[in-house]
């Protein structure tokens, strides 16, 4: 795949003009320069502001109302929303309001275009979550500049959750390594969310445990099949080798900004609070309430699911199990009887792989 260079630099899709354009292969450093949504009522505007953006290399897509915008921003997933704030049906920031509460679409910038210069105006657009502002006029530099660093920001914000959902994809091919775990990481993962839900936990670590049901056994795609997949006793130096897949998994995770809070659910979901636990031998409160949290629906969830040594048990018998270990001192007493009021199936999260 190619794409044109004026020698200025400048990307463009002008295929026409042939004079000093330069045809350089795509690499990581050379991409398209970006999707735009042009939002206005006054096609006279939306015009100008397309043939300004698409000579910058922009893709551009537009839109003459609210309504209109938000259908174009869930069907063409732009990195930047150019909007007019003054337009009929919904204002531009009630459709700002509106990207910026969807999970799918909070992270795509939003820059409000307006003749409008009392700072009121201003606070209500922060209010709504806008990005940027532009005033009419558009002063063409400006453009470019604002256009230029929000597109770029989008871009590493979308690397990021790619990034990511290459981990969480890794985690259900190492699940389905194994017949017998099938299921497991969806149901930790509902299990643990209904349980941090419960502890009154934000909406933030909530999101971390819900991952951490995916991921806190990553690191296990590093533990050869003979091991992990053996049927009977493992020696002390297989058992060993298993007891890694906590610190491998936490790299595994490494430096991902989106997996900060999940790290600490990999690398901590096996340790007690006697120090008993690996891979650090952490105790009490030095073990992360997330990873405790993991800990105990790992427990459940291995109890009530059949394996190739044992049928599935029943909630009570998980429960007997967790109440022993807390006796035992590996287990927080509170927790465990949270837990255990919540009444959870083992049926709940079902059996399949999503
Ligand atoms: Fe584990």
Redesign the pocket.
């Known amino acids: 795949m190619f794409v044109e260079l004026h020698r200025s630099g400048i990307a463009t899709d002008n295929v026409e003009d042939r004079h000093g354009v330069l045809t350089l292969p795509t690499t990581d450093v050379v991409r398209p320069a970006g999707k735009v949504l042009v939002v206005d009522d006054e096609a006279a505007n939306v015009k100008l502001l397309k043939a300004l953006l698409t000579r910058e290399g922009y893709t551009v897509v537009t839109a003459c109302d609210g309504e209109e915008a938000l259908a174009m921003v869930a069907s063409t997933h732009p990195d930047l929303v150019l909007m007019d704030v003054l337009m009929p049906k919904l204002s531009g920031y009630e459709v700002c309001e509106r990207i910026k509460h969807n999970p799918a679409t909070r992270l795509t910038p939003v820059v409000l275009i307006t003749a409008l210069h009392e700072r009121e105006h201003k606070i209500q657009g922060i209010t709504a979550g806008a990005d940027d502002f532009l005033t009419k006029p558009v002063d063409p530099h400006e453009l470019r500049a604002r256009a230029h660093s929000l597109v770029r920001l989008k871009r590493y914000t979308d690397d990021l959750d790619s990034a990511e959902s290459v981990i969480m994809s890794l985690a259900l091919v190492i699940e389905a390594r194994d017949a017998y775990t099938d299921g497991h990481c969806q149901r930790l993962a509902a299990y643990a969310t209904l349980f941090g839900t419960a502890l009154n936990l934000s909406e933030e670590e909530i999101g971390a445990l819900f991952r951490g049901g995916y991921l806190?056994?990553i690191?296990?795609v590093g533990i050869p099949d003979a091991i992990l997949l053996k049927a009977g006793r493992l020696t002390v130096s297989e058992y060993e080798q298993i007891k890694s897949?906590?610190v491998i998994g936490d790299r595994l995770c490494g430096e991902l900004r989106s997996l900060r809070q999940v790290r600490p659910i990999v690398r901590h979901?096996?340790e007690r609070l006697d120090g008993s636990g690996y891979p650090d031998g952490l105790k009490g409160d030095d073990i992360p309430l997330l990873a405790q949290i993991m800990g105990i629906v790992?427990v459940y969830d291995a109890i009530t699911t059949k394996r190739p040594y044992k049928s599935a048990g029943t909630s009570d018998e998980a429960h007997a199990e967790l109440l022993h270990e807390v006796q035992r001192g590996w287990r927080h007493k509170g927790l465990v009887e949270t837990f255990i009021s919540l009444k959870i199936e083992p049926s709940l999260a079902g059996g399949s792989r999503p």
């Open positions: 806190h056994d690191g296990k897949h906590p979901h096996h790992d």
